[in-house]
């Protein structure tokens, strides 16, 4: 079984040997394995991963494809997330409110269209990638402030942002329409699939192609040279800036990268409900989206993805309670508000007290110590 190492900043378990700024200095071995071979890997698994998902989808009913999609939709944040705070160690409290400005971005977007009378299929693509160029240059210009700030100073900062966003939607209300939000034209499957193909089956295949799109992306971008700085501004910015790594630009463009990816699910979980608004990006959400990478595995994409269905199942959590055992309506509203926070506080202190590593790291271990005993000679 290979060693590991904790790493002191993020608490996640790493392979023992060559750090990632050893690798980066000159004369140093290149990563195992070509590039192109990594490349190939990564996109035989995306298409392994989606094909056994649209098969899952064809046996769901409608309500669960929504939350297939939900999930697919928050794994483009987490992902994201992970490589800002797991790899780069920067910590942000703003997430929601990037969220919220890819859903507001596709909103407007698409209702410009839906006003001139343009339509099109094309016109889902162009708005996910308007929300996130708009979310992508917002996280340019946190990232810019990062850069000049560390721990509760950073946290502070985009804890800000997190609060100032669902302000704006309400100030402006000439434009976002305050606190009754935006609607937009509903995405409805192609005339080819049938007239009877399931609208939810059809969101959940959108939100997979995002999500797949976006792991795939990021899986190769943290194998490559700026993956491998990330790691080492992470592990220790004096040693980086020595061995020639710009660490302020390294910070920036984490920023950039999680932004955009911020804005992209923010944008596919407008495009599931065909509204916006801001009561679906409260504070809390940011919350939320920190604990659940941490819970899934700090520094791991396969993390990102427990902490999706994490989040996906703890906010649905209150309503199944509710119908299953008949809860008052009074009752009910304070578990909707409370439950799924204070279910998830708990899971983090018993997943921190039980495995440090999160629930991938201690997948990880177990098939680890599995294999290791069918190794063992028997006596």
């Known amino acids: 079984m290979t060693a590991t190492r904790p790493s002191a900043r993020s608490g996640v378990d790493r392979p023992a040997g060559p750090s990632p700024l050893r690798r980066l200095l000159p004369g140093a071995p290149a990563a195992a394995g070509p590039r192109g071979s990594t490349l190939l890997r ?6 392994l991963a989606g094909t056994l998902v649209v098969l899952l989808t064809n046996q769901l009913a409608p309500y669960q494809n929504l939350q297939v999609a939900r999930v697919c939709a928050f794994l483009c944040v987490t992902a994201g997330y992970t490589v800002l705070v797991g790899l780069n160690g920067q910590l942000s409290l703003g997430h929601g409110a990037l969220m919220a400005t890819g859903a507001y971005t596709v909103a407007l977007v698409q209702r410009a269209f839906d006003e001139r009378g343009v339509q099109g299929r094309w016109i889902l693509p162009l708005s996910l990638l308007a929300a996130l160029a708009a979310t992508a240059l917002a996280g340019l210009v946190i990232g810019l402030a990062a850069a000049r700030l560390r721990g509760p100073y950073l946290a502070g900062v985009t804890l800000a942002v997190a609060t100032l966003v669902p302000a704006i939607s309400t100030i402006f209300t000439g434009v976002f329409n305050g606190e009754q939000g935006l609607r937009f034209p509903a995405e409805t499957p192609p005339a080819v699939l049938g007239a009877y193909f399931q609208p939810e089956r059809w969101l959940a295949w959108i939100a997979l192609l995002a999500a797949l799109l976006t792991v795939l992306l990021l899986a190769n971008l943290v194998r490559s040279r700026f993956g491998r700085s990330l790691r080492a501004v992470r592990d220790d910015e004096v040693a980086a800036r020595l061995a020639g790594i710009h660490v302020a630009r390294t910070q920036v463009l984490a920023f950039v990268v999680s932004a955009g990816c911020a804005g992209l699910g923010g944008g596919v979980y407008a495009v599931l409900t065909a509204t916006v608004a801001p009561g679906k990006f409260p504070l809390e959400l940011s919350l939320f989206l920190l604990m659940a990478i941490v819970i899934g595995g700090l520094g791991s994409l396969a993390g990102a993805v427990w902490g999706a269905v994490l989040l996906v199942a703890l906010q649905d959590l209150p309503s199944l309670l509710t119908e299953t055992f008949s809860l008052p309506s009074g009752l009910a509203q304070r578990l909707e508000g409370n439950l799924a ?19 991938h790291g201690a997948a990880r271990t177990l098939v680890a110590r599995l294999r290791t005993r069918r190794r063992a000679p028997e006596h």
């Open 42 to 47: 990564h996109l035989a698994g995306a298409v």
């Open 341 to 359: 926070l204070a279910v998830f506080g708990l899971i983090l202190i018993v997943v921190m007290l039980a495995a440090p590593g999160g629930l």
